[in-house]
Structure formats: C-alpha cells, structure tokens
C-alpha cells in the first residue's frame, strides 16, 4: 500500500539467499528503512517458544502482524523475512523472492554452521521453491519478482532495479 513515507518492499527467500544482505544495500541506495522482522520476532516475543525439532521459532503470526502494523502503515518499509504468507496482502508494494543455486547456498549454509538437518531442510526449501510459492499464495503475480542472488553482480542489479522501480513508484505517487 504505501504510506506518507513511501512504498513497502518485501524481500523473501529461504534462509541464505542474501535477504539481508540486498535489504541493507536497498536501504542504503534508496533512504528506505530496513525491518529485520526476524529481530522484531525475537525483541517483541512474538512466538511461541522454540520448536526443538526444527530448531526455530513457532511465530506467532497475528502478534507479529500487530508489531509491524505501525510500520506498514506508515510505509516506506523494506521488510526481510522468510517466509510471507501471513501478512496482509495490501501492505506491500512490491515483492522480491531472492534465490540462490544450491551449491551457493550450501556453501552459505554451511559457513553459517547450520546442522545437517536444518541445512538440508533448507536446501529442500530452495529446491522446492517454497517461498517462491507462497509469495503467489498470497500477493498479486504482477508485484512478485525472483531475483538470482548468487553474485555480488546480481545483488548490485537487483539493488539498482528497486532504485528504478522506487523512482516509477514516486513520479506515479507523487
Ligand atoms: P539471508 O538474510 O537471506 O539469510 P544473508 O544476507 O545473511 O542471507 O546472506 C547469507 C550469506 O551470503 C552472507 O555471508 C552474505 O555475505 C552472502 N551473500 C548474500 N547475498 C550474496 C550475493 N548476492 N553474492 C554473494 N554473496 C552473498
Ligand atoms: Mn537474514
């Protein structure tokens, strides 16, 4: 939707396709602010405790919509998340799914010191293109877009491609 401070972004993608990476370096070309929703999960208790098997946060799906709610509606948000699904369908303006070849990511992982369970379970997600589905579950085809992320290159191209797009989105904005 946007909001007096501008559009918000969405970058999704399974763990280790660069998400934060690309969200730093898209808050720092365009002025947009960067929300580590995995920080406001953690800072704001919005979960449910650990889940041992999977050795991650139950989320709490409503509260952390609630959390961010003041910060969609205001705009000008680029959020980092991992998965999509749950958030309201007209917050964003713009949805990027980040992914990254799969001997890319293992190696991502693994220097991450991610357990073979997990790195696998990942590995499957990116193979699988679970987020890329679940972002077509809940937004509107035409703002998606999937990015390759395996290069410093293609970061630098995805980065200038949201600073092009953000300068459409103010000239129809004004
Ligand atoms: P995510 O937030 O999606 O888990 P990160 O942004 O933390 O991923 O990136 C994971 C690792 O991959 C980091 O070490 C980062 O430096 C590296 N990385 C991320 N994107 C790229 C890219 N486009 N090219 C090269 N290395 C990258
Ligand atoms: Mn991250």
């Known amino acids: 939707m946007g909001g007096p401070k501008g559009p918000n972004i969405l970058v999704t993608g399974t763990p280790g396709t660069g998400k934060t990476c690309t969200c ?8 947009l602010t960067h929300v580590d929703v ?11 405790g650990r889940d041992a098997e999977f050795d991650a946060f139950v989320l709490d799906e409503d509260k952390l919509c609630d959390a961010l ?3 969609a509606a205001a705009g000008g948000c680029v959020l980092d998340f991992h998965s999509c699904d ?3 369908e007209d917050w964003f303006d713009l949805v990027l799914v980040l992914r990254a070849d799969t001997a890319t990511l293992f190696d991502r992982l693994k220097a991450r010191g991610y357990h073979e369970k997990k790195l696998q379970e990942n590995m499957q997600c990116e193979i699988m293109q ?6 077509h579950e809940a937004f509107p085809a035409p703002i998606i877009h999937e990015l ?3 290069t410093v290159e293609e970061m630098e191209a995805n980065v200038d491609r949201v600073k092009q797009w953000l300068q459409q989105w103010r000239a129809d904005n004004p």
């Open 24 to 31: 730093a370096a898209i808050a720092e070309a365009t002025g």
């Open 38 to 48: 995995g920080a406001v999960v953690r800072a704001e208790q919005c979960h449910e």
């Open 69 to 71: 709610a003041p910060r």
């Open 86 to 88: 749950f958030f309201p």
């Open 130 to 135: 679970v987020v890329l589905e679940e972002a």
């Open 148 to 150: 390759q992320s395996n």
